[in-house]
């Protein structure tokens, strides 16, 4: 099965033998690249990062421009309409990468699924709608697509981890839009299961705090074996 994301995406390796990955989805306008260098800096022997690009698409919230985006945004706000479509479309194609590397040796509960702002999003919607159990999603300075289907739109895996960080100036996705969506994923998942952060002085970026979060939810839901 070709997989499209996967051709061009960057993949960072640890040292040893790969027993886990980590997919990580980028924000708007943005490419596997940025991410992968972060990534770097909390990098497991045993965790594979793997980096897709999102295609170039004309993006409605910036006039029409062609930029790299996972699906087309009309608004940043709960009640903005949304690309039904696009959302279900990008994620058929981030659990395309799911498949391939349970074909090759890595099972989906030994990946965890992550993105920041548009990317986490995405990896929110893809994990909360996949027939698979993941090992957890990372969703930093974002929130859940189409909320409204949830939770019937859930594939009923209410056992998944879920790290949601946010920086409490973000003034693109406000912090309380993630607040919102903590209290959403409540009915979906376990409310044990979702653990939600903020960072005081933190915009809609990421800082060495966040990541050490991060690293300490991937060290704990995908140990060496």
Request: proline share 8%; glycine share 8%.
């Amino acid at each position: 099965m070709s997989v499209p994301l996967l051709a061009e995406a960057v993949t960072v390796s640890g040292g040893e033998k790969q027993t886990a990955a980590v997919i990580f989805l980028h924000g708007l306008g943005d490419s596997g690249h940025g991410w992968a260098d972060t990534l770097t800096g909390i990098q497991l022997p045993h965790v594979k990062f793997i980096c897709p690009h999102a295609p170039p698409i004309p993006v409605t919230l910036n006039m029409k421009s062609m930029m790299p985006a996972w699906f087309d945004l009309m608004g940043l706000s709960p009640d903005s309409p949304e690309d039904e479509s696009g959302i279900k479309k990008a994620a058929e194609s981030i659990k395309a990468i799911i498949e391939h590397e349970a074909k090759n040796g890595i099972p989906p509960n030994r990946i965890i699924l992550g993105g920041f702002s548009q990317g986490g999003a995405l990896s929110l919607y893809t994990a909360l709608t996949c027939q698979h159990q993941l090992a957890g999603v990372v969703a930093l300075s974002c929130w859940l697509p189409l909320h409204r289907s949830f939770p019937s739109a859930s594939s009923g895996n209410k056992n998944l981890p879920i790290l949601q960080c946010h920086g409490e100036i973000d003034v693109m996705i406000p912090v309380q839009f993630g607040a919102m969506t903590a209290e959403k994923l409540k009915y979906i998942v376990n409310p044990q299961m979702i653990s939600f952060k903020t960072y005081p002085g933190l915009s809609h970026s990421s800082c060495p705090q966040e990541m050490a979060a991060v690293k300490e939810f991937i060290e704990k839901h995908l140990p060496r074996i």
